[in-house]
């Protein structure tokens, strides 16, 4: 993929989290690995939504600096460039505050697996990692030892927000949305009682099916 198409796609990738209603104000970003490269495009720091363009996503390298670009990047890059640089598997990244799950964060409570939408897309509970300070490599140093054990594709970081992976943007995108979904619904469940767990075996099965029969084939 051409620089300036995945520039766009990271771009439009950030209305979906507005679509989703993910994020308040600038809180909330997307990255994405430039394939067969050492670098990852990534919002720039405290536009809006509204105001974004492909032109204005900016390129750093995976230190986090800055290599192009007219803006300086999102103040969370550095999380950013830690999970590129340790996982080599990992072409996008998504960070939000999104209202369900930053209030298990806020607990430091992982969402715990009651639903099969949950086992399908996170293989599991989703997790929490510590608490970290935005400026060095401790949120991405904690993201990437929270995720080490788990299936899922999120974590919630302790009194902060959710941060996510996937294959690409996109993916790391829909592990948002899906996780602020369950976290909701499961939220819900607990106001009315005690959810009822997914046996493990049944997590494993209905993981092991929808992550390799589910959708259409190509
Ligand atoms: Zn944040």
């Not at 469940?189 to 589910?214: C, K, S």
């Amino acid at each position: 993929m051409r620089l300036a198409e995945l520039r766009r796609t990271v771009c439009e990738l950030h209305a979906e989290l507005v679509r989703y209603r993910l994020v308040a104000w600038t809180a909330g970003n997307v990255s994405a690995r430039v394939p067969g490269s050492d670098r990852f495009v990534i919002k720039p720091s405290g536009i809006s939504y509204d105001d974004l363009t492909p032109e204005s996503i900016v390129v750093c390298d995976l230190d986090g600096t800055l290599v192009e670009g007219e803006l300086a990047p999102s103040s969370d890059t550095a999380a950013h460039a830690y999970v590129y640089r340790h996982r080599p598997d990992v072409g996008g990244v998504v960070h939000t505050h999104s209202t369900y799950a930053t209030a298990w964060a806020a607990r430091g409570e992982p969402v715990p697996c009651v639903l099969t939408a949950m086992a399908d897309e996170f293989g599991g509970e989703i997790p929490v990692g510590p608490f970290a300070l935005i400026g060095d490599d401790s949120i991405g140093r904690g993201i990437v030892s929270t995720l080490d054990g788990h299936r899922s594709p999120a974590v919630l970081m302790r009194n902060h927000g959710v941060f996510t992976i996937g294959s690409d943007a996109r993916a790391a995108v829909k592990a948002a949305v899906m996780c602020e979904d369950v976290a909701r619904t499961v939220h819900i469940a607990r106001a009315g009682g005690e959810p009822v767990p997914i046996p493990p075996a049944d997590i494993d099965r209905l993981y092991e099916r929808y992550q390799n029969v589910y959708g259409q084939r190509r």
